[in-house]
Protein backbone atom coordinates (compact mmCIF):
# COMPACT_ATOMS: atom_id res chain seq x y z
CA UNK A 1 0.00 0.00 0.00
CA UNK A 2 1.33 3.61 -0.44
CA UNK A 3 0.24 4.80 2.87
CA UNK A 4 2.45 1.71 4.11
CA UNK A 5 5.49 3.94 4.15
CA UNK A 6 5.65 7.01 6.27
CA UNK A 7 9.55 7.82 5.57
CA UNK A 8 11.08 8.32 2.78
CA UNK A 9 12.96 5.44 1.53
CA UNK A 10 16.58 7.74 1.15
CA UNK A 11 16.64 10.62 2.80
CA UNK A 12 14.10 9.38 5.54
CA UNK A 13 12.13 12.45 5.76
CA UNK A 14 8.52 12.80 6.20
CA UNK A 15 6.30 11.18 3.64
CA UNK A 16 4.69 14.35 2.73
CA UNK A 17 5.32 15.19 -1.22
CA UNK A 18 6.29 11.91 -3.21
CA UNK A 19 7.74 10.95 -6.64
CA UNK A 20 4.90 9.56 -8.28
CA UNK A 21 6.80 6.79 -11.08
CA UNK A 22 5.24 4.52 -13.49
CA UNK A 23 6.72 1.93 -11.93
CA UNK A 24 4.86 2.00 -8.71
CA UNK A 25 7.35 3.08 -6.04
CA UNK A 26 6.36 6.10 -4.65
CA UNK A 27 8.10 6.44 -1.07
CA UNK A 28 11.27 8.53 -2.67
CA UNK A 29 10.73 12.44 -2.56
CA UNK A 30 10.75 14.93 -5.10
CA UNK A 31 14.03 16.53 -3.84
CA UNK A 32 15.62 13.07 -3.96
CA UNK A 33 14.53 12.34 -7.52
CA UNK A 34 15.53 15.77 -8.34
CA UNK A 35 19.34 14.93 -7.05
CA UNK A 36 19.29 12.03 -8.85
CA UNK A 37 18.44 13.10 -12.07
CA UNK A 38 19.91 16.77 -11.99
CA UNK A 39 22.94 15.66 -10.60
CA UNK A 40 23.45 12.51 -11.38
CA UNK A 41 21.71 12.06 -14.62
CA UNK A 42 20.05 9.20 -13.36
CA UNK A 43 15.98 8.60 -13.89
CA UNK A 44 16.44 5.08 -12.97
CA UNK A 45 13.86 4.17 -10.04
CA UNK A 46 16.19 3.79 -6.85
CA UNK A 47 14.17 0.65 -5.71
CA UNK A 48 14.19 -1.48 -8.55
CA UNK A 49 16.04 0.24 -11.36
CA UNK A 50 13.69 0.86 -13.60
CA UNK A 51 14.31 4.13 -16.04
CA UNK A 52 11.39 6.12 -15.60
CA UNK A 53 11.34 9.10 -18.34
CA UNK A 54 8.77 10.43 -16.34
CA UNK A 55 7.67 11.54 -13.02
CA UNK A 56 5.47 13.45 -10.76
CA UNK A 57 6.02 14.63 -7.50
CA UNK A 58 2.93 15.45 -5.79
CA UNK A 59 1.33 14.28 -2.11
CA UNK A 60 1.25 10.14 -1.30
CA UNK A 61 -2.22 8.32 -2.09
CA UNK A 62 -2.50 8.64 -5.72
CA UNK A 63 -0.83 6.44 -8.54
CA UNK A 64 0.41 7.26 -12.12
CA UNK A 65 -2.87 5.85 -13.89
CA UNK A 66 -5.04 8.42 -11.90
CA UNK A 67 -3.09 11.61 -13.47
CA UNK A 68 -4.35 13.08 -16.85
CA UNK A 69 -1.07 12.88 -18.77
CA UNK A 70 -1.54 14.04 -22.30
CA UNK A 71 2.60 14.31 -23.35
CA UNK A 72 4.07 16.88 -21.78
CA UNK A 73 0.97 18.11 -20.34
CA UNK A 74 -0.66 17.13 -16.89
CA UNK A 75 -3.38 19.67 -16.47
CA UNK A 76 -4.36 21.48 -14.04
CA UNK A 77 -1.93 23.33 -11.38
CA UNK A 78 1.24 21.50 -13.02
CA UNK A 79 4.74 22.51 -14.20
CA UNK A 80 6.72 20.11 -16.49
CA UNK A 81 10.81 20.62 -16.43
CA UNK A 82 11.65 18.63 -19.30
CA UNK A 83 15.80 19.03 -17.96
CA UNK A 84 14.70 16.47 -15.56
CA UNK A 85 11.45 14.95 -17.41
CA UNK A 86 9.67 15.89 -13.64
CA UNK A 87 6.24 17.50 -13.41
CA UNK A 88 5.60 19.38 -10.26
CA UNK A 89 2.83 21.47 -8.58
CA UNK A 90 3.25 24.90 -8.85
CA UNK A 91 3.56 25.25 -5.43
CA UNK A 92 6.18 23.09 -4.84
CA UNK A 93 7.89 24.08 -7.99
CA UNK A 94 8.08 27.67 -7.19
CA UNK A 95 9.02 27.07 -3.27
CA UNK A 96 11.19 23.76 -3.36
CA UNK A 97 12.67 23.50 -7.09
CA UNK A 98 12.95 26.62 -8.57
CA UNK A 99 15.23 28.15 -5.78
CA UNK A 100 17.58 24.79 -5.97
CA UNK A 101 17.78 25.87 -9.56
CA UNK A 102 18.85 29.85 -8.49
CA UNK A 103 22.48 29.06 -6.81
CA UNK A 104 25.24 29.31 -8.91
Known amino acids: SILLYRIILVC ?3 LTTTGITPC ?3 HVC ?4 L ?8 KKCP ?7 RLIVDQP ?7 PMWGDELGGNFIFRQD ?3 FFTAHYHDTEVQPLFGYH
Open 12 to 14: YSD
Open 24 to 26: GHN
Open 30 to 33: GLCH
Open 35 to 42: RLRHLHSD
Open 47 to 53: ICKTTND
Open 61 to 67: GKTWDEY
Open 84 to 86: VGM
